[in-house]
């Protein structure tokens, strides 16, 4: 791949992403993503082929920086990983929207690159159990389901959060006890919690 090209590729994936997060695949127009990257629309095509595969090109990048951003590591307790989950999330509303539009898109359908988003989350699962010093099981996969979602969902639905913690919610200071509460409930539930059987088939979220 030539410079430019990875350029073109840089400029046409920056441009998708805010078309996508504001439009969903359906609402999001071609012709303005070539515009706003500053490239011909035929270069679009030539590098990601349709509308969809360029939606999943995007999703795809904006995981990966999300996982290099906020790594499961040797070092993230799974209270501070919501925390760094919390943080990025609020500041970077854009891929909890995509996940949005995909989600409305497909519905229970099977994604086009299901096998590559399963990988990704085997890996963070991986981590976690690891970190948890369990092995990895149903409960593994429950509780990384759980923490994403502490984490995500007052950025995900903000009107709910302004109608049932106040109309401050979005102001730093309520974002900020909102955030250590979360972070001591994670703390308690991951220290406290008893150990439930695992009577379920093991599989991947």
Same mark, same amino acid.
């Given at each position: 791949?030539?410079?430019?090209?990875?350029?073109?590729?840089?400029?046409?994936?920056?441009?998708?992403?805010?078309?996508?997060?504001?439009?969903?695949?359906?609402?999001?127009?071609?012709?303005?993503?070539?515009?706003?990257?500053?490239?011909?629309?035929?270069?679009?095509?030539?590098?990601?082929?349709?509308?969809?595969?360029?939606?999943?090109?995007?999703?795809?990048?904006?995981?990966?920086?999300?996982?290099?951003? #906020?790594?499961?590591?040797?070092?993230?307790?799974?209270?501070?990983?919501?925390?760094? #989950?919390?943080?990025?999330?609020?500041?970077?509303?854009?891929?909890?929207?995509?996940?949005?539009?995909?989600?409305?898109?497909?519905?229970?359908?099977?994604?086009?690159?299901?096998?590559?988003?399963?990988?990704?989350?085997?890996?963070?699962?991986?981590?976690?159990?690891?970190?948890?010093?369990?092995?990895?099981?149903?409960?593994?996969?429950?509780?990384?389901?759980?923490?994403?979602?502490?984490?995500?969902?007052?950025?995900?639905?903000?009107?709910?959060?302004?109608?049932?913690?106040?109309?401050?919610?979005?102001?730093?200071?309520?974002?900020?006890?909102?955030?250590?509460?979360?972070?001591?409930?994670?703390?308690?539930?991951?220290?406290?919690?008893?150990?439930?059987?695992?009577?379920?088939?093991?599989?991947?979220?």
């Amino acid at each position: 791949m030539t410079k430019r090209t990875e350029i073109t590729r840089a400029l046409l994936l920056r441009a998708a992403r805010t078309e996508f997060a504001a439009y969903g695949i359906a609402g999001a127009r071609v012709d303005r993503i070539a515009e706003r990257a500053g490239v011909n629309k035929q270069r679009l095509y030539a590098n990601f082929g349709d509308k969809e595969q360029l939606f999943q090109h995007v999703v795809s990048d904006a995981l990966d920086e999300l996982s290099q951003v #906020v790594a499961l590591d040797d070092g993230t307790d799974p209270a501070a990983y919501v925390a760094r #989950v919390f943080d990025y999330h609020r500041t970077k509303p854009e891929l909890l929207r995509l996940l949005l539009w995909e989600s409305l898109h497909y519905g229970e359908k099977p994604l086009p690159n299901e096998e590559d988003r399963t990988a990704l989350y085997e890996a963070k699962l991986s981590s976690l159990a690891e970190r948890t010093g369990t092995p990895l099981s149903r409960d593994t996969r429950h509780l990384l389901l759980s923490l994403i979602g502490l984490a995500a969902w007052p950025q995900i639905v903000p009107q709910l959060a302004r109608l049932i913690v106040g109309p401050d919610i979005h102001e730093d200071e309520a974002q900020a006890r909102l955030r250590d509460h979360i972070i001591a409930f994670v703390r308690n539930a991951t220290e406290t919690a008893p150990s439930v059987p695992d009577t379920g088939t093991d599989g991947a979220l």
